[in-house]
């Protein structure tokens, strides 16, 4: 699991790195939960509990956000990628090519 471990030792991670962690970790605790609730809806027969499970799904959602949210308000990398596609109507795939003005080559298909 992702929020199981550091991939270097603590005493040589910094404060914010280790924030980071904590909150990256937590973000992907959070729409893992919001996924489980959503299938278990999906796959519920009753009505009541359905409505249930909805709410907790909405719940980690919010729970998502907040840290989305502070993630932005701490790191400038996150703030500048967040600012840069969240909340537009742009096309997410092709945003890049117009902000970089970069293509990614086309692979070439190996001849049988």
Request: with cysteine; aromatic share 6%.
């Amino acid at each position: 699991m992702s929020s199981e471990g550091l991939h270097a030792p603590r005493e040589r991670l910094g404060k914010k790195t280790l924030a980071m962690h904590q909150a990256i970790a937590s973000l992907i605790e959070e729409l893992e939960a919001a996924d489980w609730y959503r299938q278990r809806a999906d796959d519920c027969d009753d009505a009541a509990l359905k409505k249930i499970l909805l709410h907790n799904m909405r719940e980690e959602i919010e729970h998502a956000a907040m840290v989305l949210e502070w993630l932005r308000r701490n790191d400038a990398d996150f703030a500048r990628e967040l600012g840069e596609y969240l909340f537009t109507g742009k096309d997410i795939a092709g945003h890049e090519e117009q902000v970089t003005g970069a293509t990614k080559p086309k692979t070439k298909k190996k001849k049988k």
